[in-house]
């Protein structure tokens, strides 16, 4: 409809074809006063790359002209005409070949744009990509009703800024450099639609809404209510250690009622049983960690007791926030890891390899060949060091499923283990979970207690009961628990965004996607990036 093609040329040792086009309209409204115009000042050529034609690249020689307007009251005394569906005023290429390039840039960034841009016959370079993707303007979309605010790392217990997401549409409305209150301040103050904000449970963002927003609704996320009662679990179970442990003889003896012990087959005594060098070597190597996380946990303590504020203790031990939080919650470190002896590779293989041994089949290579006719492909070592636990169940009159399981292990589950099995629907936990709470749960009465009203807690959380959470607290502030007491105290003290987050529908799983989101594309530009390309990259999915 604009263009008119005038002739063409094929140059075959280029590979490109040049393509002479004219402007077909007489006559080109003023861009100022916006006047018909048809009085022609000059004409001059532009060439435009564009859309390739199978193997040639295609370029547009375009003869474009100046006009004059002769309205006496317009300022504009010459005009160059403009060619909104072509090309922008001084782009060197089409709009639509700017509008593949750039969604090739969106989606992959430089690097990797560039070379399936190149795949697909248009020819550029990363620095190219990269300007087209920052000079993007923001797509038009709807002004934000609902907010969602979280905190997203630069570099993990260094530097953190701030994503706020359209919990709506879940769309990324923004991606701000820092993590502050100031800057959320200044963010809501030019987006005045926003009534519902739902955020982490920082005194600083809620400092940044109350300023920004002072009449919208704070909601509490209830993801991180749930992580914070697990925490709170956590440190409660970990003075329980001798119950959890004794649990967990139980369970295994619960379990062996259940599915009954096999005896135990003639063992081939041949053979000299000694601990692997390379096990030996992963325990040592085990135990260097664990010390070096000993050291860390007391200096966190040493600094804290100094008064030295938890953001300047991640810093300085290149921690994250809620890991030192989580070392200060503690009264003592963490105990070792159990090594981890059957290796994680065997676990899809152990339901088969019980099933086997149930039927008699007790030799570990014969069980090797089979595994590796499934696609197993790890060494013989490791499915005989799994066979020798099993024989050494059988011998002791346990079931052989006791061995595949954490909570029928001699040392019992960690604290930790069990806190997010606690927080975990029941419909979703593992097969043996429910019976080692029931074992843990019917010996001790405070443990019992803490069980039960941590449920209690998740009722309110999954069922969005929020009128009912001042009762709760008080319960949980007679039980004489003390974790969960602090947890309840830490509620007390922003109750009302947390009663809207156990009322309302909203909550930041959109946020949690989009933080994940990011940090594939973070990982994808290797670091390089600054905040202005991902900000672009995030806001404008492709
Ligand atoms: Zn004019």
């Known amino acids: 409809m604009t263009l008119s093609l005038q002739g063409w040329h094929l140059d075959e040792t280029a590979a490109q074809l040049t393509l002479q086009v004219t402007v077909t309209r007489a006559r080109v409204r003023c861009p100022l006063c916006h006047v018909l115009t048809p009085r022609v000042h000059s004409r001059y050529s532009r060439i435009l790359a564009d859309l390739p034609w199978g193997p040639y690249t295609v370029r547009l020689h375009l003869r474009v002209r100046k006009f004059f307007c002769d309205q006496p009251a317009c300022a504009r005394r010459i005009f160059t005409e403009r060619l909104p569906t072509v090309a922008a005023p001084w782009a060197r290429r089409t709009l639509r070949l700017a509008q593949r390039l750039l969604a090739s840039g969106l989606a992959l960034g430089g690097e990797a744009g560039t070379r399936l841009a190149a795949r697909l016959g248009l020819a550029t370079s990363p620095a190219t990509l990269l300007r087209l993707v920052q000079a993007a303007s923001a797509p038009a979309s709807p002004a934000p009703r609902i907010l969602g605010v979280d905190e997203w790392a630069w570099r993990r217990g260094q530097r953190y800024g701030t994503i706020l997401v359209n919990l709506e549409d879940h769309q990324v409305l923004d991606l701000l450099p820092e993590r502050s209150a100031a800057s959320l301040v200044a963010w809501l103050a030019q987006h005045p639609t926003v ?121 300085q031990l290149g921690l994250s926030r809620p890991t030192v939080y989580r070392l200060l919650r503690r009264t003592t470190p963490s105990p070792p890891r159990s090594p981890q002896r059957s290796g994680q590779v065997l676990r899809p293989y152990m339901a088969y390899l019980i099933r086997r041994w149930r039927e008699g089949i007790t030799d570990s290579m014969q069980l090797w060949r089979e595994l590796r006719e499934q696609g197993y492909t790890y060494s013989t070592r490791t499915v005989s060091r799994f066979i020798t636990r099993l024989r050494q169940a059988s ?138 390309l991902l900000r672009q990259r995030m806001i404008q999915a492709v």
């Open 195 to 315: 009534t519902i904000v739902c955020r982490d449970r920082s005194a600083l963002y809620a400092d940044g809404i109350r300023r920004g927003a002072p009449t919208a609704v704070q909601v509490v996320d209830r993801f991180h209510l749930v992580q914070n009662l697990r925490e709170a679990v956590e440190a409660c179970l970990h003075d329980q250690q001798p119950a959890l442990q004794a649990a967990a003889a139980r369970t295994a003896q619960a379990l062996t009622q259940q599915v009954g012990a096999v005896a135990s087959p003639a063992l081939y005594r041949g053979r000299h049983h000694s601990v692997p060098v390379q096990q030996q070597q992963q325990e040592a190597a085990q135990q260097q960690r664990h010390a070096a996380w000993v050291a860390t946990y007391e200096t966190v303590q040493r600094l804290h007791a100094q008064a030295t504020p938890v953001t300047v203790i991640a810093q």
């Open 395 to 532: 011998a002791a009159g346990w079931a052989p499923e006791t061995q595949t399981s954490p909570y029928t292990r001699p040392q019992g589950p960690s604290a930790r283990a069990v806190s997010f099995t606690w927080v975990c629907p029941e419909a979703k936990r593992t097969q043996d979970a429910p019976l080692y709470v029931d074992q843990l749960t019917q010996a001790e009465p405070v443990i019992a207690q803490a069980y039960t009203l941590s449920q209690a807690f998740l009722t309110l959380v999954r069922g969005r009961w929020g009128a009912d959470l001042a009762a709760w607290i008080t319960a949980v502030s007679a039980s004489g628990i003390a974790a969960l007491a602090r947890f309840a105290q830490g509620l007390q003290e922003d109750l009302t965004a947390i009663t809207a987050g156990l009322t309302l529908p909203w909550s930041n799983g959109p946020v949690e996607g989009q933080v994940n989101r990011l940090k594939l594309l973070k990982r994808q530009s290797y670091g390089r990036a600054g905040v202005g």
